[in-house]
């Protein structure tokens, strides 16, 4: 971890004209390294550490940090970081680097400026840090660099806007709710920081600040992925096929589960489905027109409350009924959820209030009051608190004993349509800390 003391006097003497943005710092030359299991630590100039760790087979976390590598969270993400404990990390010193080997890569670390390359076992070169900037920080942010070659494609990060191929353009991971956007527009509901390259690998930055991703747009020659706090912590998974590289990206951040074969289906979705007759006359069309469906969706509104898995009373006659008969026409019902629960939900709000289960706000230690486009403000239910689990189960439970078959998890991001709100980061979760350093803070969410 980048220490916070540390970010908070740049932070100061970058606006007291003291230092410039411009004043980069690099690891620069390395003065000596040690080995211990699986984790090899090159102290460098400058403060700079780097710890190069074999997770596992063809998977190898870098992380340049200015003290003892610790963080304030364990990842939110990652999974499988000690699955390659007991493996002893196979290391040699030449004159002018060091080499390591595993399985599957030989890594090169450059003595003199500190440097990463990685090779397959074969020697054919993979990734190369782009010239002495495979990492850097000012007063501002960290970023890492690596070199982009002719010809070189890059895939990934989730749901973004553009051309599949990534290169030439920029993006940032920060989930914004932006239902009418264009086609370039960006950030949007999802962040996944992990991206691949046709050259044989992938890569999972993992660090949940406001990150910046320039693909060949700054430069032709070079990508970058940059934040302006947090960790700088990076896993390079090894394919060489995209097959490959998933695979090992699932065995680090977890195998998702296989759905019946019927989410697979056909499905039925509008906005403010959320009326029983509607309902049952949309799935007489289906069947009476003999078109294939497998699914209908009941969307935000079908509850009477902001989330209390109640069936709107005006809206439904029997909706156990119409999930009884929709069930045996070879309808799956599934409903919407969003993950607050809204101040006029009274008795709910009160219960979850008094076990401290929504995110509070750092400016009065109370539950946040989160406007909500719909069911007036609301509390944020914290799912970074175990107990919040079983708690919010057992409401699901309620409507799936009655026959809905799934949820659909709406909302996460959570609901803020500009991006450059920053209200957002008064937020505290049960397992986060009080962001110092920076004004871009967040955990990435997901909307299903």
């Not at 993400?77 to 030449?94: F, Y």
């Not at 920080?137 to 070189?152: C, F, I, K, W």
């Not at 230690?365 to 989160?370: H, L, P, T, V």
């Amino acid at each position: 971890m980048i220490k916070r003391i540390i970010q908070t006097v740049a932070f100061v003497l970058f606006f007291a004209g003291i230092i410039k943005a411009s004043d980069v710092i690099h690891p620069g030359n390395c003065r000596s390294y040690s080995v211990e299991g699986n984790t090899a630590v090159f102290t460098c100039e400058n403060n700079i550490n780097v710890q190069i760790k074999e997770v596992g087979p063809g998977i190898i976390r870098i992380w340049y940090d200015t003290d003892d590598f610790h963080r304030n969270n364990q990842s939110f993400a990652v999974v499988a970081d000690e699955s390659n404990g007991n493996q002893k990390l196979n290391i040699s010193e030449q004159p002018q680097h060091y080499e390591i080997y595993t399985g599957d890569l030989i890594i090169r670390v450059r003595k003199a400026p500190f440097h990463i390359s990685i090779f397959d076992k074969y020697q054919k070169l993979l990734m190369d840090d782009y010239q002495n900037r495979g990492f850097e920080m000012d007063s501002t942010r960290m970023a890492s660099y690596v070199s982009l070659r002719p010809g070189e494609r890059i895939y990934g990060l989730g749901e973004k806007n553009g051309s599949i191929n990534r290169v030439g353009h920029q993006f940032k991971m920060w989930n914004s709710d932006n239902p009418c956007y264009e086609v370039d527009k960006d950030p949007l509901y999802k962040s996944i920081p992990f991206f691949m390259s046709s050259e044989g690998y992938g890569i999972y930055f993992d660090n949940t600040y406001k990150t910046i991703y320039h693909f060949g747009s700054e430069s032709g020659d070079n990508y970058s992925f940059a934040t302006p706090g947090g960790e700088m912590i990076y896993y390079f998974i090894y394919g060489p096929s995209y097959k490959q590289i998933i695979g090992r990206y699932m065995n680090l951040t977890g195998h998702p589960i296989m759905p019946p074969d019927w989410a697979l289906g056909f499905s039925q979705s509008r906005g403010m489905l959320t009326n029983e007759k509607l309902t049952r006359e949309i799935a007489k069309g289906f069947r009476d027109r003999q078109i294939p469906c497998d699914i209908i969706f009941q969307d935000i509104g079908w509850t009477q409350y902001l989330q209390d898995f109640n069936w709107r009373r005006e809206n439904y006659t029997d909706p156990v009924k119409m999930l009884e008969d929709l069930e045996n026409q070879g309808f799956k019902v599934i409903v919407s959820q969003d993950p607050v629960v809204s101040q006029n939900n009274k008795a709910q709000w009160t219960e979850a209030d008094s076990l401290g289960y929504f995110v509070k706000d750092i400016r009065t230690g109370k539950s946040y009051d989160m406007p909500w486009p719909w069911g007036g403000n609301c509390g944020v239910v914290d799912f970074t608190n175990p107990a919040v689990a079983d708690w919010w189960g057992n409401y699901q439970q309620k409507v799936i004993d009655q026959g809905v078959r799934g949820f659909w998890t709406d909302m996460g991001e959570p609901a803020w349509s500009n991006e450059e709100s920053t209200d957002r980061l008064n937020m505290k979760h049960y397992l986060a800390c009080t962001p110092k350093y920076t004004t871009f803070s967040a955990s990435p969410g997901t909307r299903l």
